[in-house]
Nanobody, 123 residues
Framework: QVQLVESGGGLVQAGGSLRLSCAAS????????MGWFRQSPGKEREFVAA????????FYGDSLKGRFTISRDNAKNTVYLQMSSLKPEDTAVYYC????????????????WGQGTQVTVSS
């Protein structure tokens, strides 16, 4: 069982930056692929980024690489999402999730989810 708690969301102006954190409980954090997804009203949950259990491989959603960076610290049981050059269309609730799967960009392959943190980008 893994419990996930996101933090770091908030209101930021377009062009600004935010760093989201996701703290995980349990001793098995380092055995999970960790992902970030986002969802805005009326839209499906969208893949943002994922990172391998060791942190040596990352994968990003279309058009996000270069602005978003995912990282993890297994000693702290925490995964991060650094977001820069934010745009109003990045406004959404951001969720972290944990998976033991070879498929990283599909929500159905993730077993555990946090409650989400709101990110609002004003123009």
């Amino acid at each position: 069982q893994v419990q996930l708690v996101e933090s770091g969301g908030g209101l930021v102006q377009a062009g600004g930056s935010l760093r989201l954190s996701c703290a995980a409980s349990g001793r098995t954090f380092s055995t999970y692929v960790m992902g970030w997804f986002r969802q805005s009203p009326g839209k499906e949950r969208e893949f943002v980024a994922a990172i391998s259990w060791s942190g040596d491989r990352t994968f990003y959603g279309d058009s996000l690489k270069g602005r978003f960076t995912i990282s993890r610290d297994n000693a702290k049981n925490t995964v991060y999402l650094q977001m820069s050059s934010l745009k109003p269309e990045d406004t959404a609730v951001y969720y972290c999730a944990a998976a033991r799967s070879r498929i990283w960009d599909t929500p159905n392959h993730y077993s555990y989810w946090g409650q989400g943190t709101q990110v609002t980008v004003s123009s």
